[in-house]
């Protein structure tokens, strides 16, 4: 194994020596990385197939194409967002300004997960440099023709001190997170995310946890159900259902359940009629095929259900007469299998949603503005979209992150350089003057309190 003790210090000398800071050094490497992306495109796809199975149009839209729009992003925005910001300081401040200059933390360790393994490890890694870090890179163990792809193409394009990909299981990613990071991006699940936090807890190490959890989707009895249920099969059943944000479980109205349950079954049938999985992204092992076998013995399976171990396929499958206690209702799903609940009662259905841990996403379909703004307003999650599913997370101007055991934190553009920058407070104060009532004395503090009064007066 590595000597990672040794490539942390190498790393952190490294960025001592300030050479990363330099916009124009982090801009070099950025459009280097993008070079070295376009170079291998058909290596990242060629493993992605191997690990996944996923095609290639699949391979290109949800993971390349991401990490190339924000990288343009991220190269054309980069010197205006590095650039120190003005803010106000207030009356009492009078003659001073305040600034926000953004610095980079140090060296960064990203461990990613192995259902998007592309994506989910090179976006924060665009964050990491843009903001001037050195970084080290941990994909998953789960995913290693990818893991092997990056790992070459960092290997070819940066130096070891600037950037490293360590490629390993459990034990690398402990051996990792003993050492001392300036900050820790961690990316999957909630039980190894509290194990990475206690870890960072250890230093004090700021961290960012983009976790998974139970997503609702949510169809109102006036929602466009036509529309609503291409949205919901194709955010649920993209990568087989192994994406965090998925619709995890459907809420739908009473009223409207048959129509839409119809309506899926018709684009399921249409869209995903596959030769038992040649082109359906496939589950990543035994042990998670197994695991969703087992749901399939919860409530009644409407459509669905097919299975080949072989290829470790799963059909897309949905799944009716669920109620809230069955075992598919208790952990994240993340896999093609789709549980209806039917409710009457929104309010009900609300409570039961926020008694739970805060979900990763939330999804409503209902044309009602009203109905949007009480779903939206009236529960906490990371993020969603009205009308849609996964949607947000594709666009690099919305920030994408949990909350409560979702995560904490957030990232994608303009986030992720915050994300990896400390913003550091400067208050610069004129020499012209200075203002006495700071200065401790009763006729100062007289004079600061007829100063407060008029202050008021005026505002
Ligand atoms: P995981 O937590 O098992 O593994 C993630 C990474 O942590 C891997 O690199 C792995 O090697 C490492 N790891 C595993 N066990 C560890 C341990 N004991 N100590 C230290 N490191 C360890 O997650 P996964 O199975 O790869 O991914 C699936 C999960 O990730 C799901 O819960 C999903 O919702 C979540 N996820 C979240 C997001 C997001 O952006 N919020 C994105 C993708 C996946």
Redesign the pocket.
Same mark, same amino acid.
């Given at each position: 194994m590595i000597d990672i003790k040794k490539l942390v210090q190498k790393q952190l000398n490294y960025f001592l020596s300030n050479v990363t800071c330099d916009i124009n050094y982090r801009l070099e490497n950025l459009k280097r990385l993008r070079r070295a992306i376009q170079n291998h495109e058909k290596d990242i796809c060629e493993a992605l197939h191997k690990d996944l199975n996923k095609s290639d149009s699949e391979a290109f839209m949800t993971e390349i194409a991401i990490v190339m729009e924000e990288l343009n992003l991220t190269i054309k925005r980069l010197k205006a967002w590095a650039r120190p910001k003005r803010v106000n300081t207030g009356l009492l401040h009078m003659g001073s300004s305040g600034n926000l200059l953004y610095e980079p933390y140090g060296v960064a360790l990203i461990?990613?997960?192995?259902?998007?393994p592309f994506q989910?490890t090179l976006v924060p890694l665009i964050g990491a440099i843009a903001a001037g870090n050195c970084a080290i890179v941990?994909?998953?163990?789960?995913s290693p023709s990818v893991s092997g792809v990056l790992a070459k193409l960092i290997k070819q394009n940066f130096s070891e001190e600037y950037i490293c990909v360590v490629e390993g299981?459990?034990e690398v990613?402990?051996a990792l997170?003993a050492e001392k990071f300036d900050y820790i991006f961690f990316?999957?699940?909630?039980?190894?995310g509290r194990?990475?936090m206690k870890a960072a807890a250890k230093n004090l190490t700021p961290v960012t946890l983009? !976790?998974?959890g139970k997503s609702p989707c949510i169809v109102h009895k006036d929602a466009s159900l036509k529309l609503a249920a291409k949205r919901i099969a194709w955010g649920k059943f993209l990568n087989a259902g192994q994406t965090?944000v998925a619709p995890d479980y459907l809420l739908v109205h009473k009223a409207v359940k048959q129509k839409l349950m119809d309506y899926l079954v018709a684009y399921i049938n249409e869209k995903f009629n596959y030769d038992l999985g040649e082109e359906f992204t496939r589950i990543i092992n035994k042990k998670h095929f197994e695991r969703l076998l087992a749901y399939l013995n919860n409530g009644r399976i409407i459509t669905g259900g097919i299975h080949d171990e072989n290829r470790l396929f799963l059909a897309p499958t949905i799944i009716d007469k669920v109620t809230w206690e069955d075992p598919i209702m208790q952990e994240?799903i993340?896999g093609p299998i789709l549980p209806v609940l039917e409710y009457e009662d929104l309010d009900e259905v609300l409570e039961k949603i926020r008694k739970r841990p805060k979900p !990763?996403a939330l999804y409503v379909f209902s044309e009602n503005k009203d109905m949007q703004r009480k779903i939206t307003n009236g529960v906490s999650f990371g993020g969603g979209c009205i009308n849609d599913t996964v949607y947000h997370i594709v666009t690099p101007f919305l920030p994408f992150g949990?909350v409560g055991e979702s995560?904490i934190g957030s990232y994608h553009g303009e986030a992720s350089f915050h994300t990896f920058s400390h913003k550091k407070s400067i208050l610069k104060q004129t020499n012209l003057f200075d203002i006495p009532f700071r200065y401790p004395a009763p006729s100062n503090l007289k004079k600061l309190r007829l100063f407060l009064k008029i202050r008021k007066m005026l505002s």
């Open positions: 461990i990613s997960p192995w259902n998007y989910l941990k994909p998953s163990e789960l299981g459990i990613s402990s997170l990316t999957g699940s909630v039980h190894v194990i990475v983009e !976790l998974g965090c994240e993340f !990763l949990g995560g």
